[in-house]
């Protein structure tokens, strides 16, 4: 059982989602990581109430790709900001015939293909291991389903996410390689995202904004440009519509203390207290704090 801590709902935007709409006492304020810069500002506002602090992903402009995003320092950044919940959105690819452009998946498995980022918080000096057998978390994924149901936003719950690495796309035989591997979509950006988050005893779920097909579809190449744009954008206003009408049930959900989530770290450090590196361990005061202060 976790502690009843303020709520904090946290967004994280991708492709075409660099603000979100209807905040209110709204500012924009640098929060220091001990992990490097974040990929922007945070935005601090509240909603109806609740609180709540988002961060555009690629930075406002989507100045950063994928690769170089510093993931460690975004989600340290949310934690120092107070986040206890996060909804991930992003724009993906789809690997499917029946996952169409416009819709979205509520996802809830990964396939993390990418070999050129920082993985984890931990390291020489503190070793952990947390768990990632379901890496998004079921509580908020039910709440965004119920909100996509009442928006009337076409959503599916449940689906594999084969995160690669990029800025390319994929070549026919890797999509198709995904495809024999039963992935739904795939995109650049949720991990190592996901495992940082649970690394933080943060929940997280993530929403795969379909804009295309990957390039397995016969009528991939009959895609041009404009049309991916108009999708991004439409897709970015129904995000934050889905936002919008998720909040609320967030916000009233007493269920959130019982979350495994925000406890995986109690018995996942390894690592002796006497053999721990005083340096890592400050970096770590943040993601950490709870346990290493036992």
Known sequence: MTTTATRVIGIIGGSGVYSIDGLTNTEWRRVESTFGAPSDQL?????HGQQMVFL?????????PPSE???????????????????SVSAVGSLREDLKP?????????????????????????????SMAHPTCNRLAGHIQAAARESEIEAVRGGTYLVMEGPQFSSLAESELYRSWKCDVIGMTNMPEAKLAREAEICYASVAMVTDYDCWHPSHDDVTVD???????????KARTLIRASVPRLATDVDRQY???????????ITAPEARDPALMKKLDAVAGRVLRK
């Open 43 to 47: 935005m601090f506002g509240e909603f």
């Open 56 to 64: 555009p992903r690629h930075g406002r402009g989507h100045k950063i």
């Open 69 to 87: 995003i510093n993931y460690r320092a975004n989600i340290d950044a949310l934690k120092r900001a107070g986040v206890t919940e996060i909804i």
């Open 102 to 130: 416009g819709m979205f998946v509520i996802v809830d498995q990964f396939i993390d293909r990418t070999f050129a980022r920082e993985k984890s918080f931990f390291g020489t000096g503190c070793v952990a291991h947390v």
């Open 227 to 237: 049309q991916i744009i108009a999708v991004v954008t439409a897709n970015a206003e």
């Open 259 to 269: 979350c495994s989530c925000q406890s995986v770290l109690t018995h996942a450090l």
